[in-house]
């Protein structure tokens, strides 16, 4: 009997700030799925590294760009907002336990 493999988890997630503007705003609902890989270009929940005095940050959204080049194990990761956000220039690249899970899609927009 073969074990059984793991299926991923969909959860919700609420986007905070604005490092992912235009794509995500603050408030917006997305649906996500825990235990997939990501594929360049997708955006996903990640976990940064904590800050220089070690303090930990929250669970953030960001896009995955791809694979680092030095790397291929780990991921680089940006925000779609030039202006705001940590990207792996900031922070360097991810494992791949660091990615959290990938967004599937937007389920709630508040209005303004």
Do not use: Y
């Amino acid at each position: 009997m073969r074990p059984r493999s793991r299926m991923p988890l969909p959860a919700l997630v609420r986007v905070r700030g604005v490092s992912m503007l235009p794509t995500h705003r603050e408030g917006d609902v997305l649906l996500v799925v825990r235990g997939r890989h990501p594929r360049p270009g997708q955006v996903a929940v990640v976990r940064l590294p904590p800050d220089a005095s070690g303090t930990p940050r929250p669970l953030s959204v960001k896009r995955v760009t791809g694979p680092d080049p030095h790397d291929p194990t780990r991921w680089w990761i940006d925000s779609d907002n030039a202006a705001q956000g940590l990207t792996s220039f900031d922070v360097g690249s991810l494992a791949t336990d660091d990615i959290v899970a990938v967004v599937v899609g937007r389920l709630w927009r508040p209005l303004r």
